[in-house]
């Protein structure tokens, strides 16, 4: 079980990062699992560099590689403009569209104000539906109220991510079932019926 924290995060330090780090840390210490954290302000030079997938160097290949060997995905951004940042959005960008079929995935996000957080239900979780993922039910949102020094501070943030890692380790069961049964496998079918 490998688990990538993603942190869409432009700046240093970064809230964004800790809240990554913290749901990877507990999700890796509750299913005995490999955890590894990518923030943006350190992939995204390298990203960028490509416009299209084909046009990854070795670095940029890696990096793609590993967002879709996951397992499970922690996906997190700070709210920029009412969305998720563009470097999260060029990442997206760069991974197969089949390739995170039936991936689980933690959505979290940062923000100045509470109604920040509706980000998380119109911007990021519409995204995973297009790649077909399965994105956990309780998303993580945090305010800058909930941090002190850029740790979480809040016992309500802390509590909302053992919440969501208690639903991925749930769901992980009966989600690897599905998966080698072939998920893939049916989606043709259903793309031939609907045509």
């Not at 979290?108 to 990021?124: S, Y």
């Amino acid at each position: 079980m490998k688990i990538i924290g993603l942190s869409g995060n432009v700046k240093r330090p970064s809230r964004t990062a800790s809240l990554v780090e913290a749901i990877v840390s507990v999700a890796r210490d509750r299913l005995g699992s490999k955890g590894q954290v990518i923030e943006l302000v350190d992939a995204a030079p390298t990203l960028f560099r490509a416009l299209r997938s084909d046009q990854l160097d070795a670095e940029g290949r890696a990096i793609i590689d590993a967002v879709e060997a996951a397992d499970v995905l922690v996906v997190a951004s700070p709210v920029y403009r009412a969305s998720y940042t563009g470097a999260l959005k060029h990442l997206f960008d760069l991974v197969d569209y089949r390739a995170l079929t039936g991936k689980r995935v933690i959505l979290a996000a940062t923000g100045g104000t509470p109604l920040h957080g509706l980000m998380i239900e119109h911007q990021l979780r519409p995204l995973f539906g297009f790649f077909n993922a399965l994105t956990l039910p309780t998303a993580v949102y945090a305010t800058e109220a909930d941090f002190a020094d850029y740790g979480i501070a809040n016992p309500a943030v802390l509590d909302r991510i053992e919440r969501a890692v208690s639903e991925l380790a749930h769901i992980l069961p009966a989600a690897d079932q599905v998966t080698t049964a072939g998920v893939s496998s049916h989606r043709p079918a259903r793309i031939a019926a609907n045509a």
